[in-house]
């Protein structure tokens, strides 16, 4: 019985089937056990359950079960035969009469579930055949059909799968019908004989005895049946998650209100999102980070730590391999490199930030050209200068309110300081690089280290500055609008930054120690090979 | 080359693209082609996720030092580090000095992926340079989906990072080897 897969599946999802066996029913109306099979999409999800009692199908497709069963109980017990016979033919399930074997064989074999397109065309098929000639063809016998019929049937469904006409179709399972009625009805009277019964209508009481044993049988059988489902059940449940978190789902959705609501709540949800992305964009505009990272200040900074600890190694395996004598002569130069990295806070408490103004680009261009590395420092007095020029421009106009918001003034302010300190930390990698690759330069690593020293106090001297212009640029606004409330964050958040800046310029500064280090070393190596 | 200044060390550029609607955001290391900053360079190969070395069509000699720019690659980065060969200058055609089929044999020779572009000025602007970054972007993309780039690595070069609530980014530090002297 198995191998009744369909070889060409259509692509119906929906495969909700009803397949039903009729086991008996009689001329009282006894409750009919009837064996109710829903196919779900998936074939291996089975549920089946015994549904006694219930003569109308609950499930079926489109409703064509449904009007057969109540056309069946209309026609009186005789023609209910007539579905009982042909639903077994659509759907190769035997009846339990065959005893447990046939049943576990039926289970099986609805595993393989025929495409519902075909069953809807044999079903079809069959109810045209069946109608003009039901009432004719009640013959009181319809017994449990066997597998040999089934069979047939199968063969026929599949000629018809093949791509027979329907009415060729039809004629055959006429045919089929007729046969299986007279051949039933020969089954039916050896039953008769053999159960020794007196009689008086000959069919009915063969009808009755014949239906008391397969009822028997098909409780039994019935009860294993739902023993299977039942565990099967268990079984997916308990192994599928995903069927719980379904039911959840489906439940969830019955107790939401209704889709307006559902709708009005997404779009609250997009516009929640959307102020949120909005105030993400103004809050990096206010971010030194993000600022200086734009500037490729972060990028500097990694590629100069790089270098400086790819120096700290150099220095480490130089020493270690060099001759006393030698090590003698350099200790000095180190120690005094050293001293001037550590100077470099002290220097900067001395001083406050009303007494710092000074020149700039010259101090810086003065440092740099110390070094006699030939480097120019045209970024960053670029940068310094347009800052400048912004808070000149402010200052030479009247109305300080109304040219300018506050907020502008504070991501300028930001962005300033991002742009000088991205600009200063480019500076001390370039200078990094550029001593490693000239040292044999006439300047001493110890001169080159003091130029930078004071270069990294220029620079830090400038953060100050201009922390202390924008804030004063921020509090005559606050002043002219009278929003000193508004204005005082800001002004902290000037200052924070400014002393984030300075520590970044101080960090790249203090990476270049090792690489001076490295420089003078080599330089020694150098000397004291030739 | 006059129009393009000399890079002194390493250069740094970003650029955000876009690589299975993922964002991602690139941080290009262009380092110096010239021989004496070397020492200099080799400093910055570690961490990257992938190096595009360049060579000029024209000039056979920048073609002559990949073998030893490959070298420094393989040495200094990590062994899933994606390496791309970009033939630059390819607009240059009746200048050519070095013909595909041999580059494409070292490149196939050394397992690296060839690249053909058409740069007209490296490092400042060309046509398909997108698409050489594009390509590298989506080979290291590739390289994290299938497990053999191991984001929590410390020196895998790549970050994975929420930038807004809903996109992740990543920050990918390719460093672009500019062999060609220029």
């Known amino acids: 019985m198995k191998g009744t897969v369909p070889e060409n599946v259509s692509g119906e999802d929906e495969m909700n089937s009803e397949i039903s066996a009729v086991a008996a029913g009689d001329t009282q109306q006894q409750p009919q056990p009837k064996l109710q099979q829903t196919e779900s999409e998936n074939p291996s999800v089975q549920v089946i359950s015994r549904d006694a009692g219930d003569a109308v199908a609950a499930e079926d497709e489109g409703g064509q079960t449904d009007a057969k069963s109540d056309e069946g109980w209309s026609w009186g017990w005789g023609s209910s035969f007539i579905n009982a016979a042909t639903s077994s033919l659509e759907t190769f399930t035997s009846q339990v009469g065959e005893g447990l074997a046939t049943i576990i064989d039926t289970v099986e074999s609805s595993l393989g579930v025929p495409d519902p397109q075909e069953l809807a065309q044999a079903e079809a098929a069959v109810e045209k055949a069946s109608e003009p000639n039901g009432a004719e063809r009640v013959e009181g016998t319809a017994q449990p059909c066997e597998k040999e019929s089934t069979d047939k049937g199968k063969r026929e469904l599949v000629q018809n799968e093949k791509g027979a006409e329907v009415q060729a179709g039809n004629r055959l399972l006429e045919e089929e019908v007729q046969e299986k009625s007279s051949w039933l009805s020969g089954w039916g009277m050896s039953s008769l004989t053999s159960m020794g019964k007196s009689l008086v209508n000959k069919s009915q009481s063969l009808m009755n005895s014949g239906f008391e044993k397969a009822e028997v049988l098909a409780a039994g059988g019935l009860d294993i049946l739902e023993t299977i489902g039942k565990k099967t059940y268990t079984t997916l449940t308990e192994h599928d998650p995903g069927l719980r978190r379904a039911r959840e789902f489906l439940h969830l959705q019955g107790e939401k209100p209704s889709l307006s609501s559902v709708l009005k709540e997404a779009q609250e949800q997009a516009e929640k999102q959307a102020k949120l992305d909005e105030e993400f964009k103004e809050a990096l505009k206010i971010n030194f980070g993000a600022l200086f990272e734009d500037n490729q200040g972060f990028a500097h900074l990694e590629a100069l730590e790089m270098l400086s600890n790819q120096s700290e190694r150099k220095v480490q395996s130089l020493l270690s391999h060099m001759a006393d004598d030698d090590l003698e002569l350099v200790r000095p130069h180190l120690v005094e490199i050293k001293d001037v990295f550590q100077q470099l806070g002290e220097v900067q408490e001395k001083e406050t930030a009303d007494e710092l103004e000074h020149d700039f680009s010259k101090l810086v261009t003065e440092n740099l050209s110390e070094l006699h590395m030939g480097t120019t420092p045209d970024k960053l007095n670029q940068v310094q200068e347009s800052v400048r020029q912004w808070i000149a421009d402010f200052y030479s106009h009247e109305d300080h309110g109304k040219i300018s918001d506050v907020k502008e003034v504070q991501q300028r302010a930001i962005q300033s300081l991002a742009e000088v300190t991205a600009k200063a930390v480019e500076q001390f990698h370039k200078a990094g690089e550029l001593v490693l690759l000239q040292n044999d330069a006439e300047k001493s690593c110890v001169h080159r280290a003091k130029s930078l020293a004071r270069l990294a106090q220029v620079l830090v001297t400038e953060v100050d500055i201009l922390a202390t212009k924008f804030s004063e640029c921020l509090n005559k606004i606050a002043e002219e609008k009278n929003i000193a409330d508004e204005v005082n964050p800001m002004v902290t958040n000037i200052y924070l930054e400014a002393s984030n800046a300075c520590g970044y310029i101080q960090d790249a500064f203090r990476l270049l120690l090792p690489v001076l280090q490295h420089a003078a070393l080599q330089s020694a190596v150098n000397k004291s090979l030739s | ?182």
């Not at chain 2, 400093?43 to 490959?70: C, E, F, K, P, Q």
């Not at chain 2, 050394?110 to 060309?126: A, K």
């Not at chain 2, 299938?146 to 807004?164: C, M």
Request: aromatic fraction near 10%; include cysteine.
């Open chain 2, 1 to 182: 080359m006059a129009d393009c200044p000399h890079t002194i060390g390493v250069e740094f550029g970003t650029r955000i693209i876009e690589v299975a609607g993922q964002k991602i955001k690139l941080q290009i290391w262009d380092t110096a082609g010239q021989e004496r900053f070397r020492a200099v360079t080799r400093s910055y190969y570690r961490g990257a996720a992938g190096a595009l070395m360049v060579y000029d069509i024209t000039r056979r000699s920048t073609y002559n030092h990949l073998s030893s720019w490959l070298t420094d690659a393989r040495n200094l980065t990590n062994p899933n580090t994606v390496i791309f060969l970009i033939g630059n200058k390819c607009d240059l055609e009746a200048q050519r000095d070095v013909t595909y089929e041999e580059a494409k044999q070292f490149a196939e020779e050394n397992d690296v992926t060839c690249l053909y572009l058409h740069f007209f000025f490296c490092q400042c602007r060309g046509e398909n340079v997108e698409d050489a970054f594009l390509d590298t972007a989506k080979k290291i993309y590739q390289n994290i989906q299938d497990g053999s780039l191991d984001l929590n690595a410390a020196e895998s070069g790549v970050q994975h990072k929420p930038a807004t609530p809903r996109s992740p980014i990543s920050n990918d530090q390719p460093p672009s080897k500019e062999s060609c002297a220029c």
